[in-house]
Antibody
C-alpha cells in the first residue's frame, strides 16, 4: 500500500495564511476522494474538508467555510488545503486521508491516513 | 449536524480483558459508522467500517456491532498493542463527525 505525506505546517500569526500539501507515493490519488482532518493538542479528531476524486465536489466544516479551500492536482498526485485568515483555534495536527471501500453517496470512510503536519497559530 | 456521543471517555483494563466502547448517533446514520485507533503522535488507523466490517489486516479480536443508532466496538481479549485512543465516526452525511474518543489505559 502506498504512503500519504502531509507537509506545509508551521508557526504563523492570527490572520496569516498557510498552504498544506498531501502528496502520495505508490498510490494514485486521482482514483480517490480525499479528506483533511485536524486534531488540536489533547483533543478529539475533527473533520475539516473533503474533495471528490475529480475535484468538482468540495465540502467544508462550518468552522472553516469561507477561509479554507481544498483543491487537488491529480497530475502531481497531490491534494492541497489553502488556509487563510488563520485563527488560534485552527492550531493542531492536520492529517490527510484517502477514501476507503465504503461511501454513502459522496460521504466516504477514510481507510488510509498520512502522518500529520503541525499548524501553530500564535500571536 | 449529527452528534456522536462516545463512552466511556477512558477506561483502565488489563491484558486479556474484554473491552467494550459505545457510540450513539443523535440521528439515523444507517450502517455508515467507522472506528479508528490512534496512538500518541501517530495518525489514526482504520479498524472497522460499515459498522462491522474489519479493515484489511485488523485482528479478529476487534468486533463492531450496530443496534439502531447505537454502535459498539468490542475487543475480545485486550493485547498490549491495543492500548490507545479509539474514535467512532459517522460518514452517513456531511459534515462528517467523530465521537469524543475513548482512551484505553493499562490497569
Amino acid at each position: 500500500e502506498g504512503q500519504l505525506s502531509a507537509s506545509g505546517g508551521g508557526l504563523v500569526h492570527p490572520g496569516d495564511s498557510l498552504r498544506l500539501s498531501c502528496a502520495a507515493s505508490g498510490l494514485t490519488l486521482r482514483d480517490y476522494s480525499m479528506t483533511w482532518v485536524r486534531q488540536a493538542p489533547g483533543k478529539a479528531l475533527e473533520w475539516v474538508s473533503s474533495i471528490s476524486s475529480g475535484g468538482t465536489n468540495k465540502y467544508y466544516a462550518d468552522s472553516v467555510k469561507g477561509r479554507f479551500t481544498v483543491s487537488r492536482d491529480n497530475a502531481r498526485n497531490t491534494v492541497y488545503l489553502q488556509m487563510n485568515s488563520l485563527r488560534v483555534e485552527d492550531a493542531g495536527e492536520y492529517f490527510c486521508a484517502k477514501r476507503g471501500p465504503s461511501c454513502n453517496g459522496d460521504s466516504c470512510y477514510s481507510d488510509h491516513w498520512g502522518q500529520g503536519t503541525l499548524v501553530t497559530v500564535s500571536s | 449536524d449529527i452528534q456522536m456521543t462516545q463512552s466511556p471517555p477512558s477506561l483502565s483494563a488489563s491484558v486479556g480483558d474484554r473491552v467494550t466502547i459505545t457510540c450513539r448517533a443523535s440521528q439515523n446514520v444507517g450502517k455508515y459508522l467507522a472506528w479508528f485507533q490512534q496512538k500518541p503522535g501517530k495518525a489514526p488507523k482504520a479498524l472497522i467500517y460499515v459498522s462491522s466490517t474489519l479493515q484489511s489486516g485488523v485482528p479478529s479480536r476487534f468486533t463492531g456491532t450496530r443496534v439502531g443508532t447505537d454502535f459498539t466496538l468490542t475487543i475480545s481479549s485486550l493485547q498490549p498493542d491495543d492500548f490507545a485512543t479509539y474514535y467512532c465516526q459517522q460518514y452517513h452525511s456531511y459534515p462528517l463527525t467523530f465521537g469524543g474518543g475513548t482512551k484505553v489505559e493499562i490497569e
